[in-house]
């Protein structure tokens, strides 16, 4: 069982990129998911100097930890005007750049802004969607990295099945699936059974996190794209093994189905600081209680 940990820097919003890689080290963790973002403390940003990725590199390496995704936060790859969407794939080609130098294998991506109460009766903006990837999937195979669409609210990948059909109509060996059950859980989509079943041989990366539902269970519906806000929330962020999803299982699902790869903690502080405490508790235990889990698959 190869199944290998990494922090995620949306987690340590108190630390620059350098601390959080010092830390994701002093508790054993084995890699790191880096932001791509302005103005964002614990994040590259997104023009990035040799420096910078420099100075990154070499604390990782002193570290022991190996930088396996960067996390950009463009979405418009399906947009009706051109040059919107020539603009975020230009945007999306300097992370893949980024990436080839630090030996980042994964980038993630928000398949396409798309809210929930949108539609698409000509199939233009999947079109536009399908177009990107395929032209992204070429620059970012040329360079060794593989593109990872998220299920995630407000894209065109918000369940497993959508994730699969695009993945699918792609066809493209440097882009496939993100997969966050804790993200189809409370948009209420597939079940982890239903959704491993599904998506399961797109997926290359995935992350892990925990929730616990409101009292009533309330429908979820958002009009941002990176995070809900405050009063849309149909769930508390929890302690990775604190709340209801599966993990156990999960995880022994997708072993079975010959996935034992990364599992990135993409520990919520940087959008709920309330509801967990500093990484260097809170995903520590995640990291301990994954751990732990390890232990029981067969």
């Not at 802004?113 to 949108?118: D, I, L, Q, S, V």
């Not at 497993?160 to 209420?188: E, K």
Request: glycine share 8%; net charge negative; aromatic share 10%.
């Amino acid at each position: 069982m190869n199944y290998k940990i990494a922090g995620h820097t949306m987690g340590t919003p108190e630390y620059t990129v350098l601390e959080a890689i010092e830390l994701f080290g002093k508790i054993g963790l084995d890699g790191i998911e880096i932001v791509v973002q302005d103005d964002y403390k614990s994040g590259l940003p997104t023009t990035c100097s040799k420096e910078v990725l420099d100075a990154v590199k070499d604390m990782a390496k002193e570290a022991g930890i190996k930088i396996i995704a960067l996390t950009p936060y463009n979405s418009k790859f399906n947009s009706l005007d051109s040059e919107v969407r020539k603009a975020e794939k230009n945007e999306i080609r300097k992370v893949i750049g980024y990436a080839q130098y630090l030996g980042a294998k994964y980038i993630r991506i928000y398949a396409g802004n798309y809210a929930g109460n949108e539609l698409d009766p000509d199939g233009k903006k999947r079109n536009y969607l399908i177009e990107s990837m395929k032209e992204l999937g070429d620059d970012a195979q040329k360079a060794g990295v593989t593109l990872v669409m998220e299920n995630h609210f407000n894209t065109m990948t918000v369940s497993a099945r959508q994730s699969m059909d695009a993945a699918a109509a792609i066809a493209h060996p440097a882009v496939g699936i993100l997969y966050d059950q804790a993200n189809l859980a409370f948009t209420l989509q597939e079940d982890y059974k239903t959704a491993i079943e599904i998506q399961m041989d797109k997926v290359r990366y995935v992350h892990v996190k925990d929730l616990q539902f409101k009292e009533g269970n309330i429908d979820f519906v958002s009009d941002e794209v990176s995070h809900p806000k405050e009063e849309d929330r149909n769930v508390i962020t929890r302690i990775m093994g604190e709340g209801s999803i599966e993990w156990p299982d999960i995880l022994q699902m997708m072993y079975d189905r010959g996935y034992d790869g990364w599992l990135s903690l993409e520990y919520e502080r940087r959008w709920h600081p309330d509801d967990i405490p500093d990484a260097s508790v809170g995903m520590k235990k995640s990291a301990e209680n994954l751990r732990k889990y390890f232990l029981s698959i067969k």
